[in-house]
């Protein structure tokens, strides 16, 4: 197993240290915002090492939307490489933790359902949209199909 390097960003390590030290029973909203967040696990693309990233929750059915808005800077979030170069991930919600696959969106159809679902579920993303010039991310995490 690859080894996990926190996040340099504090805000970011300390949700995740609380989220997964507490089993998914207490730090579950951002910064006590009372928004819900999950944490996605990925694997960095340049070390190969164990990333947990805090996002907010977006359900759509049993899948998550992962928004790349990073407040709507002028670049992508590092995530995001990662999942672009890696789409296997764990996402916990609270405390079940599930092995997802990710994709990002690409049908401008999908991606505009998905996006007012995101926008409903964060407001602020709206703002982020407006703050940036880039197309902001979006990804499905969907569960692991078992056959059987």
Same mark, same amino acid.
């Given at each position: 197993?690859?080894?996990? @390097?926190?996040?340099?960003?504090? &805000? ?13 029973? +207490? ?11 999950? @944490?996605?696990?990925? @694997?960095? +693309? *340049?070390?190969?090492?164990?990333? !947990? ?5 977006? *359900? ?5 939307? %992962?928004?790349?808005? +990073? ?7 590092? &995530? ?33 359902? %998905? &996006? ?13 949209? !407006?703050?940036?010039?880039?197309? @902001?991310? %979006? ?10």
């Amino acid at each position: 197993m690859a080894e996990y @390097i926190p996040s340099p960003v504090e &805000w970011v390590r300390k949700q995740v240290d609380l989220y997964e030290g507490s089993g998914g029973t +207490q730090g579950t909203t951002l910064l006590d915002t009372g928004l819900p967040v999950i @944490i996605v696990t990925h @694997i960095g +693309q *340049k070390t190969g090492a164990v990333r !947990k990233t805090p996002l907010m929750r977006v *359900k759509d059915g049993d899948s998550y939307v %992962l928004v790349g808005s +990073q407040g709507g800077a002028p670049k992508d979030p590092q &995530w995001v490489h990662n999942l672009r170069g890696n789409g296997e991930v764990e996402i916990r919600d609270e405390t079940v933790a599930q092995p997802m696959r990710v994709r990002e969106v690409e049908d401008a159809a999908e991606r505009a359902r %998905l &996006w007012a679902l995101s926008v409903a579920a964060f407001p602020p993303y709206a703002d982020y949209e !407006k703050r940036t010039t880039r197309q @902001i991310p %979006l990804f499905v995490a969907e569960p692991l199909r078992t056959t059987g």
